[in-house]
């Protein structure tokens, strides 16, 4: 398996020079995701980031979940990215590990930082709180609460943690600078009223410690060594060091930061996945369309491929949006070398071999893998009924068109070639039978080959075709993101597969010939009628 680059990363010299200065430091890293939804590709390359490290160096790699927020649906989400974490293939260090388990000791921090007269308890009002903290042009006002005395700071903020307060109308600010050039440096708040009951810690607490002041404290309190998080909190980093500075903790974790994963027709955030799913227009967090790694993993992503597209990615401070195609790529190389081939008919259009009888049946025996006699044959039949797509023949064929069409000859691949002749048409104009003849000799000219399967070795399938959900690039961007849907992110088409799938139904994914990779869902398929998911096309904008 691919590591990550050296060549590509920042960090990794960072690492090395803060293990050369120590012979006793060891490298400890964490992931620490909030219980508010999937995982998704961007996850994955913090995941690969951070463990991926700890590997790399021999350190531990903590999971921490940032619950500090009581509003979340937390176990719902809880099980289903450890669920992930492992399908990953990554192992987090000892038990798992939850912000709220620090409450207690956050709270003792907080009441250190008002008897060092660093923290006091405002009542302005929320919007009086965001006017007086000013602009990146305009220089913040202190809050008249800012200069009251320690006592009665300690005081008010124990009653605000006995809940004689309302949501909302009290909160504990740290007092650093209402004039600093870094907004969140203007007295940002630590902690705020919620009476809300947390799933861990039940009903104990109607008071919780900010993002930015659990997370800190959090890190310290585990050992982490480095705290590895993305560019947006770059500006958080101050109020990091601030905190740290500031209690009586004896370790110092240092924030280090590197670019978001952006993707191309995709959205990246939690929360913007979870407005689809609000909005109906995604049923459920696991859909192939989505980016995220139980919708991956159905889709028919395998973790090394997820992994592999992680590592390419490096650890650089340059944000930039990735192709769709350098995910694709990942997938499609390894199952170049992996899956079985085989023939499918996604669009099945009657082919009647009018020179051979009914009762004839040829059986041919090839590959199924062309590059790899190890994945051992398959038998198929060649009879006087066939299917291919039908889009491989053409009425009124262009000058350009090399597939069948009335006169045309063209190979039907590991077997004959065969010369369109007639066809007949339904009620509704529409081509029914195609009658050809086929040559049993091969006069060694050049002729298009397209896949087929005969009637006799047909099973009905169910193919899910996706496209990009979205129809441009970066709908991020765009405050209109649900008007920028694809309408045909999802087509069904209906057809045939080789029953040997039936025989070989361990291997899941397979490469349908001409026509791209696919993976069989096992929830909804049935013993006579299985479904596949498109996983990825044979190449870029390949034609179906
Ligand atoms: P979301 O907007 O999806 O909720 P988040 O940053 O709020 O993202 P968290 O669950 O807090 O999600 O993230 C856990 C870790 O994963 C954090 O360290 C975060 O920086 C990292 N992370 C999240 N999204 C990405 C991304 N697109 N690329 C790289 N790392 C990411
Ligand atoms: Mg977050």
Redesign the pocket.
Known sequence: MKNLNKKTSFIHKIIENFLKNNKKNTLHTR????P??YL?I??A??LCINFGLAQQYHGQCNLRF?DTNPQNKHNKYISKIKEDILWLGFQWNNNTKYSSMYFNKIYKYAIELIQKDLAYVDKLKKSEIRDYRGTLSKPGINSPYRNQTIEENMLLFQNMRLGNFAAGTVCLRAKINMQSPCIIMRDPILYRIKFIKHNKTKKNWCIYPTYDFAHCISDAIEGITHS???LE?LDNKQLYQWILKNISITTYPKQYE?S???LEYCT????K?KLLIENNIIKKWDDPRLPTIAGLRKRGYTALSIKNFCYNLGITKQDNLIEMSSLESCIRKELNMKAYRTMAILQPIKIVICNIANHIQETINILNHPNNTEMGTQNIKFSQILYIETSDFKENPTKEYYRLSLGKTIKLKYSYIITAHAIQKDKNKKITKIFCTCHLKNNNKKYSIIHWISKKDIIPAEFRIYNHLFTIKNPNIKNNLLSHINPNSKIKKYGFINKNIINNLKKSRYQFERIGYFIIDKIISKKNYITFNQIVTLKKNCKK
């Open positions: 992931f620490p995701p909030d508010n939804g998704h961007g996850h390359k913090s940032d590895l998080c993305t909190f590197y978001r994963l952006n990246l955030s939690k929360r996945l």
